[in-house]
């Protein structure tokens, strides 16, 4: 699979140096993304995963996730704090000392994005929103987003993948299945595409 090298050490840069930088959010937010979109590092890499329509939760919930980011010797983390709700899902991402390196916000209206100063605009925060449902979103709110594009998702034995023909694109995985809220404790998200793995482990939750 084709995929921009230099776009993804880019990205795993720009995440680095949020947790080791500033991170003051700067004033303006990203355009926007479409349910139905693609990312173009997606598009180049030939991987099609689209975004479900907005649903608000069963239930509104708060978690603590501890996030560790891998693409060859590349490595970040941060701490993040996930609110979802009927207005929101609402992601902010925070450095070592605390600070806000990122805030994301997906709702019927769409998703906008602030990021720390001096984040370059190859880190894309609608990548970061697709992470987090392609982790935990309902397998058929998948399915159903992607059923024309020639991708398919299945799920068996702890194991979350998204295949085309042969080939699996995106598999994830999620240990022992134990949950904190609704959400399960540990997942790990290999995306051989991108070329990147994310670990993460929810340590603490409010519902």
């Given amino acids: 699979m ?18 080791l930088g500033g991170c003051s959010t700067g004033p303006g ?11 173009a590092s997606e598009g180049e890499a030939g ?3 689209v975004l479900p329509p907005w649903t608000p939760p069963a239930q509104p919930f708060e978690l603590q996730q501890l996030l560790v980011g891998r693409y060859g010797a590349h490595t970040f983390s941060f701490t993040t704090q996930v609110r979802y709700d009927a207005q929101a899902l609402h992601l902010v991402a925070l450095g070592p000392l605390g600070g806000r390196a990122m805030d994301l916000r997906w709702s019927g209206q769409g998703l906008t994005a602030a990021m720390a100063i001096g984040v370059p605009d190859a880190v894309q925060p609608e990548r970061i929103l697709k992470d987090v449902i392609m982790i935990y979103w309902p397998l058929e709110a998948l399915q159903e987003a992607t059923k024309s594009t020639g991708f398919v998702w299945h799920e068996d034995g702890g ?4 295949s085309k023909g042969a080939d699996t694109i995106v598999t994830v995985h999620y240990g022992d299945r134990e949950r904190i809220g609704p959400w399960p ?4 998200l290999e ?16 519902q």
């Fill in 2 to 19: 084709r995929l921009s090298r230099a776009l993804a050490v880019i990205v795993f840069a720009g995440m680095i140096g949020l947790t």
């Fill in 29 to 39: 937010s990203r355009t926007p993304l479409a349910e139905g979109s693609e990312t």
């Fill in 47 to 49: 991987l099609v995963f």
């Fill in 159 to 162: 194991v979350r993948r998204l």
């Fill in 185 to 188: 404790q540990q997942a790990v």
């Fill in 191 to 206: 995306n051989k595409a991108l070329g990147y793995t994310i670990e993460a482990q929810t340590v603490g939750g409010d």
